[in-house]
């Protein structure tokens, strides 16, 4: 064993080097890799980790980036802002109340008559009610 390691060619930008570094078995290189290309690979498969495709549009985006979805929504995975925008808005138009009780909506909702002067939906019983009281 002397003082110096022993020169080896690396891997990758085939320089020669003393530093060897031994990459890692997912980046499927063969042969030590010198310090500059180590590190390089180690930033790349970063990376690469930190991207993540949108599970509705399946876009993918850096994570930083992306939204995850609300718990109501039982979703799993992350969303780009555009899906989460959509599925947001989607979500809000099916919360709405009655316009007369403020009974929650649930998918079965009914579009007031123009001459009750009513904002919103109604559930089923205010509009039997109204329609009883004002035809
Ligand atoms: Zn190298
Ligand atoms: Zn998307
Ligand atoms: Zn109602």
């Known amino acids: 064993m002397g ?4 020169k080896f060619t690396c891997a990758n930008c085939k320089k020669e080097s003393s ?10 290189v063969e042969g030590p890799l010198c310090g500059d290309c180590y590190v390089n690979q180690m930033k790349k498969f ?14 993918e985006k850096d994570v930083p980036d992306m939204w995850e979805p609300r ?3 039982d979703m799993k995975g992350l969303l780009c802002k555009t899906c989460f925008d959509k599925k947001d808005a989607e979500h809000k138009s099916l919360k709405t109340f009655c316009g007369i009780c403020g009974k929650k909506l649930g998918v079965f909702r009914y ?7 009513i904002d919103g939906q109604l559930c089923r019983e205010c509009w039997d009610t109204q329609k009883a009281k004002l035809g």
């Open 71 to 73: 718990y109501q929504w």
């Open 3 to 6: 003082l110096f390691q022993k």
């Open 111 to 117: 579009n007031p008559k123009k001459k009750w002067i």
């Open 46 to 59: 970063y990376e690469s980790s930190l991207r993540q495709q949108c599970v509705i549009c399946g876009m």
């Open 19 to 28: 530093h060897r570094h031994k990459p890692k078995s997912e980046w499927q």
